[in-house]
């Protein structure tokens, strides 16, 4: 134990510490599996091509979140010693949820469909972890300056729009797909995190459950419950951490077209790791543990950056929820304790035992809560004028996760293409219409989402140019092709640079005409800003009236 000021006593664990640990750990291990699964049957990871899950990037994710956990239970104790205080609960830390999912969906998933290489999915997908890293320590020097010039409506509609499509939409459906399995775990989430009940001797919701979720999955006929539990995976064996250092750096001699376009996913979900974290070292600091920020940023970026070093695809960052684990009396030891068990599973090969021994339908009520809560605390910590700008921002995500269910479900029939509709169909006010107007949101939807949303509540606050400054960063970011631009071929689409050369397309659009329109909407809103500024009584109190 640690001795404070005034001879407090600070233990280094405490009883509730596994409390704090259970949920950590269930929430950390949901992301393993998720990893397991998505990498498995989306990017070509199984048989021969396994080896990249179990020896590079689940060793690689470890070494990681151990980093992290292990600091941020340090610097609990740190702080617990200069307050002379022993109610110091450590900032939540792993894998970042929403970023696994755009990573695997929109950087390797991309990268496997265009070559049929999972080796080159896993480099996109490092490539991608490293320059989040970056982002996130860079952010750590500059994180208030850019949370005092984005409205957070702009950043949490986004976050929101990810979370209602590739994260509870998803989910959901899975869960009412198989709801003899999923839905009872999905009920025992609900109580427990809208109601605050508390089990019996103080067990986590989330473990109850996946334990409830796993016996049903276990003792139900396949037939029923649509979820067929077969014998469960050996352990694949010890595999530590190995310099992938050289695999990145061939990465970066790839054409530049094979990368760039990433920077369209990278820098705003570096960004938004960024400011997310720093919401939660807000957060913390409202229920009474203050941090430092620079530091608590810096070795978010430090942990995804060494990750991506050792193979790991995946940020990590820190977690919404302080203040629940602090209500249930955690402290540091929950912190050290998950690094260390997640360290031992990944080293041992043991994940993919978990997964086939737990069934993901008993763990994707959790992710959908998740889901549930980035939704509403969009609407909950932005003011309540600027919910119309969240709603606004919800668009682009939207029609993104629209564009990849299309795309998803074209690849799968066979026959007709995309393309072919988009170049043959005749009713192309129907469902060619939709269809195009979902990829172009769906290109740099991220940044589509944050201009639309800080227009709107900057519009909201009156404040016409910085709003007229935004629709002006749109027509930028639409001019060097990350927004809205696209080529088409097949049923695949691909970023269209400023410097790309369009190659066998027969669709494409680099979008100048959206990129005149923001420019042409950004010189009304300047104008009107100017009517504002001199004209008497130019507003319609009783519209802005909220």
């Known amino acids: 134990m640690l001795i404070g000021q005034g001879g407090t006593k600070m233990k280094y664990f405490v009883k509730r510490d596994l409390d704090g640990f259970f949920g950590l750990f269930v929430d950390n291990m949901v992301q393993l599996l998720l990893i397991v699964a998505l990498c498995t049957n989306l990017c070509g990871m199984s048989g021969d091509q396994a080896y990249l899950i179990y020896s590079r990037i689940l060793p690689g994710a470890a070494v990681s979140l151990l980093l992290g956990n292990l600091f941020y239970a340090w610097q609990a104790r740190r702080l617990a010693r200069k307050m002379g205080r022993d109610d110091i609960t450590a900032l939540p830390y792993g894998i970042n949820t929403v970023s696994l999912l755009v990573y695997v969906f929109f950087v390797m998933v991309p990268a496997y469909n265009r070559t049929g290489s999972a080796e080159l999915a896993w480099k996109m997908g490092l490539l991608a972890c490293m320059g989040s890293g970056m982002i996130e320590f860079a952010g750590s020097f500059v994180a208030e300056w850019v949370r005092r010039n984005t409205p957070r409506a702009a950043l949490l509609s986004t976050l929101a729009g990810i979370a209602i499509g590739f994260i509870s939409m998803t989910f959901a459906l899975q869960i009412w797909v198989k709801p003899l399995v999923a839905m009872v775990p999905l009920a025992i989430i609900m109580v ?9 001797l103080g067990f986590p919701g989330g473990l109850v459950a996946i334990v ?15 979820v067929s539990m077969g014998e469960i995976q050996p352990i694949a064996g010890w595999a530590f951490p190995s310099w992938a250092g050289s695999e990145l750096l061939s990465a970066f001699q790839l054409p530049a077209a094979d990368w760039l376009g990433l920077l369209a996913v990278i820098v705003p979900m570096g960004l938004f790791n960024v400011m997310g974290s720093l919401q939660n070292i807000e957060s ?11 530091s608590s940023l810096a070795v978010n970026g430090v942990g995804t950056v060494v990750g991506s070093l050792f193979g790991s695809c995946f940020p990590t960052t820190i977690y919404i929820g302080h203040p629940g684990w602090k209500a249930l009396g955690a402290r540091a030891g929950y912190s050290s304790l998950n690094g260390l068990v997640i360290t031992i599973i990944c080293f041992a090969g043991a994940v993919g035992s978990v997964a086939t021994l737990v069934p993901m339908e008993a763990g994707v009520p959790i992710v959908l809560w998740i889901g549930v809560m980035i939704t509403a605390q969009a609407f909950q910590a932005t003011p309540a004028k600027h919910a119309p700008a969240v709603a606004l921002g919800l668009f682009p995500a939207i029609a993104a996760w ?7 479900a074209f690849m799968a029939a066979g026959g007709t293409t995309m393309q072919d509709l988009l170049v043959n169909n005749t009713n192309s006010e129907v469902s060619g219409f939709l269809i195009k107007g979902m990829i172009i949101l769906e290109r740099g939807y991220i940044f589509t989402c944050m201009i639309v949303a800080a227009i709107a509540a900057h519009l909201v606050d009156r404040r016409f140019f910085s709003a007229a400054i935004w629709s002006v960063v749109g027509a930028a970011m639409t001019a060097i092709g990350l ?3 696209f080529q088409l071929t097949g049923n695949t689409t691909d970023y269209l640079l400023v410097t790309t050369r369009v190659v066998e397309a027969p669709v494409f659009d680099r979008a100048y005409g959206l990129c005149v329109s923001y420019l042409l909407a950004g010189a009304v809103l300047a104008l009107l800003g100017m009517r504002a500024k001199y004209a008497k009584n130019p507003f319609d109190d009783i519209g802005h009236a909220m």
């Open 212 to 226: 409830v979720g796993t016996v049903l999955a276990w003792t139900l006929p396949a037939d029923w419950s649509g």
């Open 192 to 200: 427990t995190m809208f109601s605050g009940f508390r089990f019996p």
């Open 402 to 408: 629209g564009a990849t269910v299309v795309m998803g």
């Open 483 to 485: 927004m809205h631009s």
């Open 284 to 294: 913390a600091e409202a229920a009474g543990d203050s941090f430092d920020t620079r």
